[in-house]
């Protein structure tokens, strides 16, 4: 999405004013207020590219590897988990609102196309920045005059530069959660994806990744195996979470550990989170060893690991 909006011109006085605010006044009842919207929008974004991608299938770890058809059914997801989460049914368009019909147009770049039929509707505008991790949802009435002259092909219009002034944001430049690899450092990525097993890469990536919170569905694609959550546990010696204790690296869950992550003053994590971490002082060796951890003494070789692959 550009990173220079113009300011929103619809104020009192404006002629699509009394209709957007009605409009966006039903939407975020529906939603649970404006601070549910602000939670739950962003995460249903992250929701629907993620499940696009499909990593723990598919190997992919970016929007852009995805096939143009796969872009484009991001779109029709972004339409159904929206309808969902603010419990709109469908209409003549993509949904109604207040007896209204409304097309939601999505869009993972920079504008959006309107098609012939939503000319003079209301448009609910949802975009999604990846780079930048930013995201958008407003409210235009799709006026002849608020869009470009030129068409494509299949006679759908963009939103002209000075058109932007006339959308009515619910959520302009707000963040959402980042694609976890986009964050990662590539030759990290690449060390991580290296190893042949699930367990070694889970392994690889607690190690290289510590004292920052792991959502489940990146350890799902780091493992790539169905129970993955076994190879996580502890394991009769042979899990993730026990082959980095032999190293000296506690392998915490935000459900089970919640305790001892606040404890070693790490940064929460909810119960669909993992930590990992290795612990320096005394202090944290002994609330460790307190929660069960038996961990290697400091400058000791773990066990069943040579020297050369420490």
């Known amino acids: 999405m550009k990173q220079k909006l113009p300011d929103s011109l619809i104020a009192p006085g404006h002629a699509d004013y009394d209709l957007l605010i009605e409009l966006a006044s039903e939407i975020t009842a529906r939603a649970g207020g404006a601070l549910v919207l602000q939670e739950r929008f962003p995460a249903m974004l ?108 299949d006679g759908k219009g963009s939103i002209s530069a000075a058109g932007f002034a006339d959308i009515l944001w619910l959520l302009c430049d707000h963040p959402y959660p980042a694609n976890f690899w986009r964050c990662q450092d590539p030759d990290l990525v690449a060390e991580i994806f290296s190893h042949s097993t699930g367990n070694t890469r889970m392994a690889s990536l607690f190690r290289l990744i510590q004292n920052s919170p792991i959502a489940r569905d990146v350890v799902e694609a780091v493992a790539q195996q169905k129970d993955f959550m076994r190879r996580i546990r502890a394991d009769k010696g042979r899990g993730t979470r026990d082959l980095l204790e032999q190293e000296g690296i506690l392998l915490l869950s935000g459900q089970y550990d919640s305790q001892l992550i606040k404890a070693l003053d790490l940064p929460h994590c909810t119960g669909s989170e993992f930590i990992s971490c290795t612990p320096q002082q005394q202090h944290q060796r002994r609330l460790a060893e307190q929660a069960g951890f038996r961990l290697p003494t400091p400058g000791a070789q773990p066990a069943g690991k040579p020297a050369s692959e420490r």
């Open 46 to 153: 992250r929701r629907c590219i993620d499940d696009v991608i499909m990593t723990p299938k598919t190997g992919r770890r970016a929007y852009e590897e995805l096939e143009k058809t796969e872009k484009t059914y991001i779109g029709t997801r972004v339409e159904i988990e929206l309808r969902a989460l603010l419990r709109l049914p469908r209409g003549r368009l993509d949904t109604e609102i207040l007896g209204r019909d409304v097309d939601i147009k999505n869009t993972m770049g920079s504008n959006w196309m309107i098609p012939t039929e939503a000319i003079d509707q209301p448009c609910l505008l949802v975009a999604a920045d990846e780079a930048r991790a930013r995201c958008y949802l407003g409210l235009i009435i799709a006026r002849p005059a608020y869009l470009t002259q030129g068409k494509n092909k």
